[in-house]
């Protein structure tokens, strides 16, 4: 079955930290990539996505993600953290094949001022 | 622009009862989707419609749940009865057209709360 796994269910940083939130998949066939974000009381909305070309995709608020095809990762980085990134981190793949998104758990990262 | 907006933001209900969730799309949106959060764990899929269609159902958990679109704008999610694993976060997506790269667009979801 298709599935996404998050590796840390809840990460704690302080500021200026690096951080690197690690994400796999199993599906063989080509997927899209995405890491949504949802901050405190707001919507889910999308951090980053990888369709093709680079595997590095930069995404809004500094964060970035490599996509390593043969390892079925697609770990999310930040060289420098601030405490407005509190959030909860969902990686999600889209088989090509499929018009449905499929969620990891979801990684609670807080920052401690 | 408008979002997705959803509707209502929290319902709290007891087991047995019927609760109607509803999305709106965004405007020009023919797709759109359920997923919802139990419990903290992962987002899943529950279906898709395009325009009024149900083009994959694959994801509902049973036929307790019942997913419209008439009309091919809103749409609605009825729970009836209601069970107390049914408590979660619901939330809906739009994309303007299926495929490759077409983006969900999600709104803030319903709480559901089955006492």
């Known amino acids: 079955a298709q599935s996404v796994s998050q590796h840390n269910h809840h990460v704690i940083l302080s500021e200026a930290a690096s951080l690197e939130l690690g994400c796999n998949y199993s599906?063989?066939?080509?997927?899209?990539l995405f890491w949504y974000v949802q901050y405190p009381g707001q919507h889910l909305q999308l951090l980053l996505k990888y369709f093709s070309g680079d595997p590095l995709v930069k995404g809004i608020k500094g964060f970035e993600a490599e996509f390593i095809k043969s390892k079925f990762s697609f770990n999310l980085r930040k060289p420098s953290v601030q405490w407005s990134d509190t959030a909860e981190y969902f990686c999600a793949v889209k088989p090509s094949s499929a018009s449905k998104i499929i969620f990891g758990s979801g990684t609670r990262l807080s920052i401690r001022p | 622009e408008a979002g997705v907006t959803q509707f209502p933001s929290h319902s709290v209900i007891e087991k047995g009862q019927t609760v109607t969730l509803r999305c709106d799309p965004i405007?020009?949106?023919?797709?759109l989707y359920w997923y919802r959060r139990v419990m903290g764990k992962e987002i899943k899929f529950l279906l898709h419609f395009v325009k009024e269609s149900k083009q994959d159902e694959s994801g509902m958990p049973n036929n307790r749940f019942l997913a419209e679109r008439t009309g091919g704008t809103y749409s609605t999610l009825k729970v009836q009865p209601a069970e107390l694993e049914d408590s979660g976060v619901y939330f809906c997506?739009?994309?303007?057209?299926?495929?490759?790269?077409?983006?969900?667009?999600f709104g803030p979801g319903t709480r559901l709360t089955v006492l």
């Open positions: 405007s020009g949106h023919d797709n």
């Open positions: 997506a739009s994309s303007l057209r299926q495929g490759w790269y077409n983006e969900q667009f």
């Open positions: 599906y063989g066939g080509t997927v899209n």
